[in-house]
């Protein structure tokens, strides 16, 4: 009894090139690999059978203005195949050795999977392994607030002292004297520079050989039980606030 599962592409009688009107069922969401010495038909089989009908196939499926910029490929001596998709072939390329090439990059993959991440992937936390998702100006707010309201000093009078830092270099050499009198212009008069909160209306030097993090210090708060609960008007500022981060 014939193999009709859509778990399975089913080949029947292919005849492409130095095919022997082979019939095959090749399983689905499987990483399948075709061996044999040259001339087995390996390529007649992979890209001459099964690619070609499944690239013709979406492209007739296209419109009649799409095609005439893609072109139909014509279809393979085979007598039937089932369970299809679109079909993406990677052609085999001579390139030159490059240490820092990879297979992204020697496939000329590289672009197209960034774009596809950029745009369907969901981000995750490399340390908690939680989702990254955009957060509004409130909605960042409500997060720092329920973060400083588990403080001890919280339910104090003195309350909670907080920053809030724009992350600007992450672990790159260099000096950074022109992008210190950038943020000074802008306003910015303190940083922290590899973990140490500096002014930086004093001159201080950078190793330029070594790597250095550097967050702007944007604001500096404090804040306790009382000033959050007082009225909808905290709420606004601290909604201000972020959104100038």
């Known amino acids: 009894m014939e193999n009709t599962s859509l778990s399975h592409i089913l080949i029947r009688g292919a005849r492409q090139h130095n095919l022997k009107n082979i019939d095959l069922d090749i399983p689905k969401n499987k990483m399948v690999v075709l061996t044999g010495v040259s001339g087995s038909g390996k390529s007649s089989l992979a890209m001459d059978t099964i690619y070609a009908e499944g690239q013709r ?137 590899d973990g140490d909160i500096v002014s930086l209306k004093e001159r201080f030097d950078l190793i330029k050989t070594n790597k250095h993090t550097i967050d702007g210090l944007i604001s500096r708060h404090s804040v306790n039980h009382k000033k959050v609960g007082e009225s909808a008007e905290a709420k606004n500022t601290f909604s201000d606030i972020f959104a100038s981060v």
């Not at 499926?61 to 072109?71: K, M």
């Not at 392994?129 to 607030?145: C, K, P």
């Open 57 to 193: 196939r979406y492209v007739e499926s296209l419109s009649s203005y799409a095609r005439q910029f893609l072109g139909v490929m014509d279809k393979p001596d085979v007598d039937k195949i089932d369970g299809l998709s679109p079909a993406i072939a990677i052609d085999q390329k001579t390139t030159s050795k490059n240490p820092r090439s990879t297979v992204g990059t020697i496939t000329e993959i590289y672009d197209y999977m960034r774009l596809l991440f950029a745009r369907v992937g969901h981000p995750h936390c490399p340390n908690c392994g939680r989702e990254i998702q955009r957060q509004s100006s409130t909605e960042i707010a409500q997060t720092i607030i329920k973060i400083i309201s588990e403080l001890k000093d919280f339910k104090s009078e003195k309350g909670v002292r907080f920053f809030l830092f724009s992350p600007i270099v992450k672990d790159r050499k260099g000096e950074y004297s022109a992008l210190f009198d950038n943020l000074k212009k802008q306003g910015i008069v303190r940083a922290r520079v």
